[in-house]
């Protein structure tokens, strides 16, 4: 009897073992259905997936994202998706036009290009340069995120000789911010350029004293251009550079701003797409405008109806001084204009 009993228990317990396996069997039959991820071609896909820096504060479109989203509240808004596929596919609205704290240190690619473009022999410690200089000016950026609340309307206004006689000065002052070039004087001009200044883009070699309310922007082309403003800005060391350079700059310390080198390369790479040495400060001042500002409008770009390259300020009418360095492909660069014409990115003003 008990070796009967015993036999049952065994038999009992061989039949449990066995549907105990056949069902984990049929589990992880079902289970590569029940989880994707595990699938050989799912992981192979996903390691195909490139990971992209991020950066604080700034605005990309979502998945959600549509052309239909207004990212500002213009008729017509620079960061809109949708609109067109040429500017969404080079448009990065991550990087930051302005050289700061927060973005101090250059990728290795982005800081040998820009060296290379005015070589120096000396060499100096770029971070310990703009240590020194951000001990001057605030070092940091001014521009938020986008708003779809706000209209931020920029007028970049060119130098071109197709401005005298335009008559858009009134035009020109009701923007919010106006953004000039270089020497570029307003006094005298008022009625074709308008009177009001809110950024001035200058290199040392061609900078001039601002108004207290006017933001210096520094396009530099070396780290002696750095050393430069902030003796500018303090002792007065620095008289020459490559010329003769200001020794003292009045401007509002506050207002300095400094052209970030990866920005400068951004639009070389992207955009310009290598075509001259470098882009000319007119596309510089551009592209800033188009990554802070809602609605961009153009002024003064290109040649006059006579096909003339000049300064609206100068006498000599054939001076073309844009087109005789060989450094910027003004056609290159006046076929991009014209194709964020067409993609809606901005609006030119024609001159005379």
């Known amino acids: 009897m008990r070796c009967s009993l015993r036999v049952w228990v065994l038999l009992a317990s061989l039949a449990l073992l066995f549907l105990t396996s056949l069902l984990f069997s049929l589990s992880l ?93 000396k060499p100096h410690s770029i971070q310990q340069v703009l240590l020194r200089l951000f001990q001057v000016i605030p070092g940091r950026s001014p521009y938020g995120s986008w708003d779809p609340g706000r209209c931020l309307r920029c007028a970049v206004v060119g130098n071109s000789g197709n401005l005298r006689g335009a008559g858009y000065g009134p035009v020109i002052d009701r923007h919010n911010y106006i953004m000039r070039i270089n020497l570029a004087p307003t006094v005298g001009y008022e009625e074709d350029v308008g009177s009001r200044t809110t950024h001035h883009f200058m290199y040392p070699e061609s900078a001039k004293n601002l108004a207290a309310n006017v933001s210096f922007v520094l396009v530099p082309f070396k780290t002696l251009d750095l ?27 506050d207002k300095v701003q400094i052209f970030n080198p990866a920005f400068f390369k951004y639009i070389h ?54 087109r005789k360095t060989g450094v910027h492909d003004a056609d290159y660069e006046a076929q991009i204009i014209d194709s964020l014409s067409k993609a809606g990115k901005i609006t030119i003003f024609p001159g005379k």
């Open 269 to 322: 790479d992207r955009w310009t797409r290598h075509h001259g040495r470098y882009p000319s400060t007119g596309m510089l001042v551009l592209f800033f405008a188009l990554h802070v500002c809602d609605e961009v409008n153009v002024f003064g770009f290109g040649a006059d109806s006579r096909g003339n390259w000049h300064h609206y300020w100068e006498q000599n009418r054939y001076s073309g001084e844009f």
């Open 29 to 121: 039959r079902g289970g590569a259905a029940a989880l994707p991820y595990l699938d050989s071609e799912g992981w192979e896909e996903s390691r195909r997936v490139k990971l992209v820096p991020n950066y604080a504060g700034a605005h990309r479109p979502g998945p959600l994202d549509s052309a239909q989203q207004k990212t500002c509240a213009c008729p017509r808004c620079v960061a809109d998706p949708g609109v067109s596929d040429w500017f969404d596919e080079n448009y990065d609205p991550d990087i930051s036009p302005v050289w700061t704290r927060d973005n101090i240190q250059l990728p290795s690619d982005v800081y040998y290009w820009w060296v290379m473009l005015q070589p120096q022999f």
């Open 227 to 253: 050393l430069w403003i902030t003796s500018a800005l303090s002792t007065g060391q620095i008289r020459f550079t490559y010329a003769p350079v200001k020794q003292f700059l009045r401007v509002d310390k």
